[in-house]
């Protein structure tokens, strides 16, 4: 039997968060639980309400534009896939650096899988970057399928990491509380900070570090410039955070001239109540070989463990070339979850790619 005629009928629909009936968020709500239950049985999963509010706010981030597709099987009038295509807005300062790509990402259910649903969806996504005079897709994977696809219509591995995942009960407590006395010692002065906000007086400055310790991350081959991030912006993603009830807790260092010399963060989703995630940790250049960044993560472990006791994993993601975090991280009992690929591919090359079928 050829591909074709095994393939079940398919049919995608723009999926518009701010619009959808609740019958079909219904039908959502039935396909993203099976998908979790794919992907990440084992975590929690979260509520409807919360989910759908967690969309609505995402699509309407003034500063990224995301647009998304939903699969529907004809038969079963069922979900079985979704896919996103993002891009950068006018409005984001991180215009210039990223505004020739398309940022994509698409799943099916795994018995929708090996039927050419996923080209046929790619060929959409590629009329898109077309339509949006853009010359470069970008997307990430952390599934055995996914990568195997991503092989096959020629995409650029640009970046390898990991999606670590830290189980708290296996945490060395001494450790970590030795970690934080040394900070002080070795670090005469240094102050640290904790905030659900960033202050006003200081959210200039804090921006500036931010974007400068974001984009030291390293980005390997990704075709990505520079990653901005203004006072302006900063309050954005808070706002949206706080509108999707997450807490966003930072823990700042600052030397006694008032210079911040570092800054550790973790987002918590109060519906996934025994997982937090760690996001970014960096130390200003002028700062580092004192133990500031092993007494950040530190500090911020203790704090988790005395204000929300139902956690017990940290989640974060590491590229493997980013050796002095890797090397905290396997220390603090880190332990590899998923292995991921950031990919890439040019608009041209899928042009060559779709000829070639
Ligand atoms: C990526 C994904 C959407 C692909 O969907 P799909 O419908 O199975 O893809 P197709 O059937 O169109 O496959 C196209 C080609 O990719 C290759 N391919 C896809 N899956 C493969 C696998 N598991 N092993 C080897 N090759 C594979 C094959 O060459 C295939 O052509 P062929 O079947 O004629 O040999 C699906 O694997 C998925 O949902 N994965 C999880 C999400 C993800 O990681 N997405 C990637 C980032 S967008």
């Known amino acids: 039997m050829s591909k074709k005629s ?6 995608v629909e723009k999926f518009d968060p701010l619009k959808e009936s609740d019958e079909e968020w219904k039908r959502f709500h039935e396909y993203r639980r099976k998908k979790h239950m794919e992907v990440n049985p084992n975590d929690p999963v979260s509520s409807d309400a919360s989910v759908k509010n967690s969309v609505q706010q995402n699509v309407q981030n003034p500063e990224f534009g995301i647009h998304l597709l939903s699969i529907i099987d004809k038969k079963t009038n069922k979900q079985v896939g979704d896919a996103l295509q993002g891009l950068i807005l006018e409005a984001s300062p991180s215009y210039e650096g990223t505004k020739h790509l398309i940022q994509f990402d698409i799943f099916l259910l795994s018995s929708y899988r090996r039927k050419g649903i996923g080209s046929r969806l790619l060929k959409q996504v590629y009329d898109f970057a077309i339509e949006h005079n853009k010359t470069l897709l970008v997307t990430d994977s952390s599934d055995e399928d996914g990568k195997a696809f991503l092989k096959a219509i020629g995409a650029q591995v640009a970046l390898s990491g990991v999606d670590n995942r830290l189980q708290l009960s296996d945490v060395d407590w001494d450790m970590i509380e030795s970690w934080a006395k040394e900070g002080p010692k070795r670090s005469a002065g240094t ?65 006694p001239n008032g210079k911040i010399s570092g800054l550790t963060e973790m987002r918590y989703n109060p519906e996934r109540k025994t997982m937090i995630s760690q996001i970014l940790t960096g130390v200003q250049q002028d700062y580092r070989g004192r133990g500031i960044g092993k007494w950040l993560k530190a500090a911020m472990l203790l704090y988790v463990r005395e204000k929300y006791p139902e956690i017990n994993i940290v989640t974060t993601g590491n590229a493997t070339t980013n050796k002095p975090m890797l090397s905290i991280n396997d220390r603090l009992g880190f332990k590899v979850h998923k292995e991921t690929v950031n990919a890439q591919i040019t608009v041209d090359q899928l042009t060559n790619y779709f000829n070639s079928l």
């Not at 095994?6 to 049919?11: A, Q, T, Y």
């Not at 900063?234 to 999707?244: A, G, I, S």
């Open 6 to 11: 095994m393939s079940p009928e398919i049919l």
């Open 191 to 255: 102050i640290l900070d904790i905030v659900q906000k960033i202050p006003d007086e200081i959210l200039e400055e804090y921006c500036k570090v931010y974007t400068e310790v974001t984009n030291q991350q390293p980005l390997g081959e990704l075709d990505v410039g520079a990653i901005v991030f203004t006072p302006d912006s900063y309050r954005t993603m808070e706002e949206m955070f706080e509108k999707m009830n997450r807490t966003w807790i930072t823990i700042i260092a600052k030397e």
